[in-house]
């Protein structure tokens, strides 16, 4: 269930594929339907607000990922043999 300010199909704007969710609203509720077209030409006419748009949905989706991995119990888990960068 999402809450207040929560988003919704982000993957299409990303991948160009049809929508891969859908939601219904329980209760009356106000929204904002961005279509990808417009998205992109926002982010594409302002370098400073694309990038701002870009680093929070990257932020957004980020957490998404962090919220399945606590989810699985894969956050706690740590590599038994620690790996080194090589230069």
Same mark, same amino acid.
């Given at each position: 269930?999402?809450?207040?300010?929560?988003?919704?199909? /982000?993957?299409?704007?990303?991948?160009?594929?049809?929508?891969?969710?859908?939601?219904?609203?329980? &209760?009356?509720?106000?929204?904002?339907?961005?279509?990808?077209? /417009?998205?992109? =030409?926002?982010?594409?006419?302002?370098? !400073?607000?694309?990038?701002?748009?870009?680093?929070?949905?990257?932020?957004?989706?980020?957490? =998404?990922?962090?919220?399945?991995?606590?989810?699985?119990?894969?956050?706690? =888990? !740590?590599? &038994? =043999?620690?790996? !080194?960068? !090589?230069?």
């Amino acid at each position: 269930m999402l809450g207040s300010g929560r988003g919704l199909g /982000e993957y299409g704007v990303i991948d160009d594929r049809p929508a891969s969710a859908s939601a219904q609203a329980l &209760a009356p509720a106000r929204l904002c339907f961005l279509p990808r077209a /417009e998205f992109r =030409r926002v982010i594409a006419q302002n370098d !400073r607000i694309g990038k701002i748009v870009l680093f929070n949905l990257l932020r957004f989706l980020v957490g =998404r990922l962090r919220g399945k991995d606590a989810a699985s119990g894969a956050a706690g =888990r !740590r590599c &038994a =043999r620690p790996h !080194r960068c !090589r230069a």
